[in-house]
Each structure stands twice: as C-alpha cells, then as structure tokens.
C-alpha cells in the first residue's frame, strides 16, 4: 500500500475522492427519489404505499409517466451499486490488513449477495428481501468500523496518515452511534 509516505498520501486522496463521489451519488439518488415519490405520493393522497417497491413503481408510473417505475428501478440499482461499491472496498480493505490476505473478488460478491438470493429463493417479496438483506449486511458494518477506528489511531500502522485523537473520538462517537443504531434496527426488525 504505497512505498513510501508521498505514495501512501496520494492513495489516500485518490480512494476518499474515489469514496464522496459513489457516496455523492448513491446519496443524490436516494434524495431525489424519496423527494418525487413523497411528492407525487402526498399530491396523489396515497398513503398506503408503505415500503413496497413495487407498488412504489406501479404508482410512480401511473402518476408521472409510463416508464417512471422502471426509472425508479434503475436509479434504485444505481444507488445500491454505488454504495455496496464503498462498503466492499472498504471492508476489503480492513480485511486485508486485518488478516493479510486477498479476498478473492468472487467470493467477496457471493458473501454480499448471498443474504438477498436466499430470501428470494425461499419466495420473500422483493421489498422485504430488500429490508432483510440490508440488516443482514449493516450487521457486518461494526465488524469493519471498530477495527478501522483502532487501526487509523494507531502511528505504527499508519505512519503519517495517523488519525489526530479529535477526529479517533469523533469517529469513536460514530461508530458507537452506528453499533447503537443497528441493535435498535435488528430488535425492531425481528422482535417487534
């Protein structure tokens, strides 16, 4: 990972430019759709949509326009690529370090995908599959953060790239945020 420390800090530009614009985008994405569906929904008086998608797709085109359901579809993929694309490079990457070794990249995707196949190879709803397969996956993401947080805090691993202890407690903040959030999420997901 760069052999010296100008080597080190240009990858490291080049994977957060890499990271705020998948990020940018899957976030830009997700915000207009939840503004046209929200605006088309409320002016509509459809309120029983609930997290079907694709009730969301059948209404969506018969509101706007014939092909604002499969518009929905493909900015829906798009802004799942873009941030599984973050997510998997991110964990790759921690891994990596973690236990020196590569992850085949086969069998990086098959881990990701496999959650959402087996819900729908057992005849789960799409949407639901969706829902499940997110928490599944957001169960990993603290297995990812803690060790980052760790490891980025640490000068003997990362040289000069060192976090300063007020961004390792901030991002320690975060990441206790985000592990509180996903046992909220699990416990309402499958004990409510």
Not at 9 to 35: H, K, Q, S
Not at 66 to 89: P, Q
Not at 131 to 137: E, G, I, P
Not at 172 to 186: K, R
Request: proline share 3%; charged share 10%.
């Amino acid at each position: 990972m760069g052999i010296d420390e100008e080597a080190r800090r240009r990858i490291f530009r080049f994977e957060l430019i890499d990271v705020v614009i998948a990020m940018g985008i899957a976030g830009a994405i997700n915000m207009a759709m939840l503004a046209t569906s929200a605006a088309v929904f409320h002016t509509s008086g459809l309120t029983g949509v609930g997290n079907n998608l694709m009730l969301v797709a059948d209404q969506l085109g018969a509101h706007l326009h014939a092909h604002s359901g499969t518009i929905f579809g493909i900015a829906l993929l798009a802004s799942g690529i873009s941030s599984s694309s973050v997510g998997t490079m991110a964990g790759q990457v921690v891994m990596q370090g973690f236990i020196r070794r590569r992850i085949p990249i086969f069998v990086r995707r098959t881990v990701t995908m496999l959650p959402a196949l087996t819900l729908l190879a057992i005849g789960a709803s799409p949407s639901h599959a969706l829902v499940l397969s997110q928490v599944f996956l957001s169960f990993g993401i603290p297995f990812a953060l803690i060790p980052l947080v760790l490891f980025t805090r640490e000068r003997d691993l990362m040289g000069g790239l060192v976090n300063r202890r007020v961004t390792t407690v901030a991002a320690s903040v975060v990441a206790m945020l985000i592990v509180c959030l996903n046992v909220y999420l699990l416990e309402q997901t499958f004990f409510a």
